[in-house]
């Protein structure tokens, strides 16, 4: 397999800066030399290369759109283009700098006291701290709003109490951001490892996402310091603000795993030959290819639209929603056509298709799921909520 | 201590290309560019130098004004200051580039003190002549080693390794001097994303050295076959032969 050459049909990157290049050719160098050789590796042993943590941090990928607190402060197109050529690696990799930065260093950095950001961000951005966030329960998934997680205020401390599951980088995790209710409303809390009555465990047996951290987290009378708590985070509109910047990384995101699929399987195609011919000359595969490429051309539209609408700090909620439903789709059905088009070869990890293909199904659930995205822009359009 | 290193922009001809309608140059329009891999490994052992020793970096190139995006690429790596030697983009023959850049050292030198080392590739990319970096040390009447793959400043002194069927040549060379290096003396970091950031902000001084006669005009370039390559089906059976014979006869082995 040839080097990722990356795939621009409209001329997109003549709308890109310097920068937002420059940028994308750091990680899409770095994916080549660190990540390609091990990725298929990991995938088969479940795990995540955790010896790649450093160098994520060195060159800047853990909250790269957050300003100060030795965060690199990029726009939020490169951060985007950043998200999609580690998701053109794997979407593990994706998710660790999604998870790090959106649902971790972002509500700290937002939600949180200059004390608490001094102390945790530098650290976050630097690797030396790894985060997670434990929204979902084992019994509130697609309505985090019926958590039974609990807060109590105890005078000098708070106790949390409850179960969070499928927590990406739980059984890992130097510190959790962690929601529970404290009188009914929902409160974001810091909690360390080590601490009391907190501990972590994998969830094994993945089909999905297998080169990734995923495990449950318990909190068993865990009493944590009073300044523990995200001072300014308060209500579900919180959590949900952190989903939407992990979401967008995600729109952007999954637009490199298609490509990553459809790159391999054009090239696949032009090379493979039945019937005395490459099966590229045939009508029914040249399909399938332009298929392909037009989705991935449309989900990259979208992306940079999107991006600019953040830049400019006019992009709603329901904008993401539309491209994170829309992206997870098209590149799920991407990694699908790719997997058949390469035949026998396809299920297997020699080549690309079949492990982006699964880990996509995650993404297609995780933060939001399909259907939830849908009743979002839904509700938007009509005024009528049908989630409930 | 200050290191110069001197890079330039070439096109990234990892991809494929094509030369321009009158054969004389790579066609440009579709191509990314690039710094020099050996210069690039220049600008990775200048960033170390003044990790290691303190000081000052600074990166130059002559080329047109896109070429900021190389001294830019320098910059975002760790490179202090920028340097372009403004052209409108023709050929500059080894010579010219040469007397430009020694030019420049000179002026950049009355202004902010001499620079300890001046780094080159030992040949660039695309032109490949092996000559501006010996002709630069000539022209400012320094010691120049070529084709170095190991370098130390110990003692007001440097060390220069080469490599020499299997062993190693090592010299040892006052300052000022000039050195040119090889890939594989280091393994060059890639930018980080902080360091693109910084590189917005950092300067870059922009000079526009005269262009005198050329000596050296390049007249053509002849594009090298395909490798890999893509097959062509020319029929089938027998059907196939007369295309065959006339492919065979127009790539000239019958
Ligand atoms: C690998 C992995 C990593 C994850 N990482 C994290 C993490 O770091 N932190 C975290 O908090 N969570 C994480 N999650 C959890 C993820 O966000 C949830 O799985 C997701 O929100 C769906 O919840 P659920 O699994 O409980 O499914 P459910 O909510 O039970 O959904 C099951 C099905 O019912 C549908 N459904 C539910 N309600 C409705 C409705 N009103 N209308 C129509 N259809 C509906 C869903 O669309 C889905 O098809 C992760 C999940 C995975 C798989």
Request: net charge negative; glycine share 10%; proline share 5%.
């Amino acid at each position: 397999m040839s080097e990722f050459q990356g795939v621009d049909y409209y001329g997109l990157d003549e709308l890109l800066t310097e920068e937002q290049k420059q940028i994308r050719k750091t990680v899409r160098a770095w994916v080549n030399e660190r990540v390609m050789p091990i990725i298929a590796d990991c995938f088969e042993r479940g795990r995540f290369p955790d010896e790649l943590v450093p160098e994520m941090a060195e060159l800047g990928f853990f909250g790269a759109n957050l300003k100060g607190y030795g965060c690199a402060g990029v726009d939020n197109i490169a951060y985007g283009l950043m998200m999609q050529e580690l998701e053109r690696g794997d979407s593990g990799l994706r998710s660790m700098a999604s998870v790090q930065g959106s649902l971790v260093m972002y509500p700290i950095y937002t939600f949180g006291s200059e004390e608490q950001k001094q102390k945790y961000l530098p650290a976050l951005a630097r690797g030396e701290l790894v985060g997670c966030f434990g929204l979902t329960e084992p019994e509130h998934g697609s309505d985090p709003g019926g958590m039974e997680t609990t807060a109590v205020d105890a005078g000098d401390h708070y106790v949390l109490n409850g179960t969070k599951t499928w927590i990406t980088n739980a059984d890992v995790a130097d510190v959790a951001v962690v929601w529970a209710k404290l009188d009914g409303v929902v409160h974001g809390f810091i909690v360390e490892k080590g601490t009391p009555g907190f501990s972590a465990a994998p969830i094994e047996g993945k089909f999905s996402m297998r080169a990734s951290h995923t495990g449950e987290l318990y909190l068993n009378d865990c009493k944590i310091p009073k300044e523990n708590r995200l001072p300014e985070a308060v209500g579900l509109r919180a959590p949900l603000m952190c989903l939407n910047q992990a979401r967008y990384g995600i729109a952007w995101g999954v637009v490199g795993a298609a490509m990553a699929c459809y790159e391999e399987a054009l090239q696949y195609c032009r090379e493979r030959r039945q019937f005395g011919k490459p099966i590229a000359s045939f009508q029914l595969v040249q399909e399938k290819l332009v298929d392909m490429l037009t989705e991935i051309t449309k989900a990259q539209l979208l992306c940079f639209r999107l991006g600019q609408l953040k830049d400019q700090g006019k992009v709603r909620h329901t904008q993401i929603s539309l491209a994170k439903r829309n992206n997870c789709r098209i590149a799920l059905e991407v990694a699908r056509k790719a997997r058949d088009l390469l035949g026998g070869n396809g299920i297997t990890l020699d080549y690309q298709a079949i492990r982006h293909m699964t880990n996509l199904e995650t993404v297609y659930t995780y933060e939001g799921t399909d259907h939830i995205h849908t009743l979002i822009v839904g509700h938007d359009i009509t005024g009528i909520e049908a989630y409930r | 201590m200050r290191v110069l290193v001197c890079v330039k922009r070439v096109p990234d001809t990892g991809a494929r290309f094509e030369l321009t309608p009158d054969g004389r140059d790579i066609d440009t329009r579709n191509l990314e560019f690039t710094i020099s891999p050996h210069e690039e490994c220049a600008v990775e052992e200048a960033i170390r130098l003044v990790e290691q020793h303190g000081g000052e970096s600074a990166v130059l190139t002559l080329g047109p004004e896109a070429a900021a995006e190389q001294l830019r690429e320098a910059l975002a790596k760790g490179i202090d200051k920028g340097v372009l030697l403004e052209t409108d983009g023709s050929e500059w023959d080894p010579a010219a580039t040469a007397q430009a850049i020694a030019q420049a050292v000179r002026e950049l030198e009355s202004a902010d003190g001499p620079f300890d080392l001046v780094l080159f590739g030992n040949e660039s990319a695309d032109a490949g002549y092996y000559q501006v970096g010996v002709r630069v040390a000539d022209a400012l009447d320094r010691p120049c080693v070529a084709g170095v793959k190991g370098l130390k400043v110990e003692n007001g002194k440097a060390q220069a390794r080469r490599e020499a069927s299997g062993g190693w040549e090592i010299y040892e060379l006052p300052l000022p001097c000039v050195v040119t290096v090889k890939e594989g003396i280091n393994v060059p970091r890639h930018p980080s994303l902080r360091g693109i950031m910084t590189a917005k902000k950092k300067e870059i001084r922009r000079l526009t050295p005269e262009k005198p006669a050329m000596q050296l005009v390049k007249k053509g370039l002849r594009k090298p076959p395909e490798r890999g390559g893509e097959c062509e089906i020319l029929g089938e059976g027998v059907a196939a032969v007369p295309k065959a014979v006339e492919k065979l006869k127009e790539i000239g082995v019958i």
